[in-house]
T-cell receptor, first 112, second 114 residues
Framework: DTGVSQDPRHKITKRGQNVTFRCDPISEHNRLYWYRQTLGQGPEFLTYFQNEAQLEKSRLLSDRFSAERPKGSFSTLEIQRTEQGDSAMYLC??????????FGPGTRLTVL | DQQVKQNSPSLSVQEGRISILNCDYTNSMFDYFLWYKKYPAEGPTFLISISSIKDKNEDGRFTVFLNKSAKHLSLHIVPSQPGDSAVYFCAASAVSGANSKLTFGKGITLSVRP
């Protein structure tokens, strides 16, 4: 069990640029989640995959955000035309048909 | 609309004493509750959970109590250790829902004094 990994750990970008984050879940975990955490808040749900199917998207996920999990293994989260309000910690979690989710270390995004 | 509330932002306790972290929820559909611990620059780490069919679950130094009628749960840490100093998040899920997404509180910063 190597745990959930995320890449990169930190990303600094200029407003208007596109960024992409990667998440590798725990092997054989079929459920994968993305959350966003801002300062002083708990993680907030963004989107959920069961295998390769994206089954739910939060209203927090604007049209500038897109997520994929092409082969039911790793997932990517892309933010287009970044805004300063996108600055946050982006967390990925996975689970195997249970409620308990295991989180990765997160990607901290700073938009200048 | 905060469905999971952790009203005390911080708690400081002496090493060896009990830490009690509280959490309230408003959504009656929640039927599974979890506690996560988070150190700076790391992701949340799962600690302990409880289903709504139980009122207590214990794992070593950690015990979670659930009072469904009051929509309240608490995490007890006994004895508290300096390594327990971290941010603790309460989370809830509606298991019967489509995806078991977690709804988190804002967290409580626990400081354990040596």
């Amino acid at each position: 069990d190597t745990g959930v990994s995320q890449d990169p750990r930190h990303k600094i970008t200029k407003r208007g640029q596109n960024v992409t984050f990667r998440c590798d879940p725990i092997s054989e975990h079929n459920r994968l989640y993305w959350y966003r955490q801002t300062l002083g808040q708990g993680p907030e749900f963004l989107t959920y995959f069961q295998n390769e199917a994206q089954l739910e998207k939060s209203r927090l996920l604007s049209d500038r955000f897109s997520a994929e999990r092409p082969k039911g293994s790793f997932s990517t989260l892309e933010i287009q035309r970044t805004e300063q309000g996108d600055s946050a910690m982006y967390l990925c979690a996975s689970s195997l048909q249970t409620v308990t989710q295991y989180f990765g270390p997160g990607t901290r995004l700073t938009v200048l | 609309d905060q469905q999971v509330k952790q009203n005390s932002p911080s708690l400081s306790v002496q090493e060896g004493r009990i830490s009690i972290l509280n959490c309230d929820y408003t959504n009656s559909m929640f039927d599974y509750f979890l506690w996560y611990k988070k150190y700076p620059a790391e992701g949340p780490t799962f600690l302990i959970s409880i289903s709504s069919i139980k009122d207590k679950n214990e794992d070593g130094r950690f015990t979670v109590f659930l009072n469904k009628s009051a929509k309240h749960l608490s995490l007890h840490i006994v004895p508290s250790q300096p390594g327990d100093s971290a941010v603790y998040f309460c989370a809830a899920s509606a298991v019967s829902g489509a995806n078991s997404k977690l709804t988190f509180g804002k967290g409580i910063t626990l400081s354990v004094r040596p």
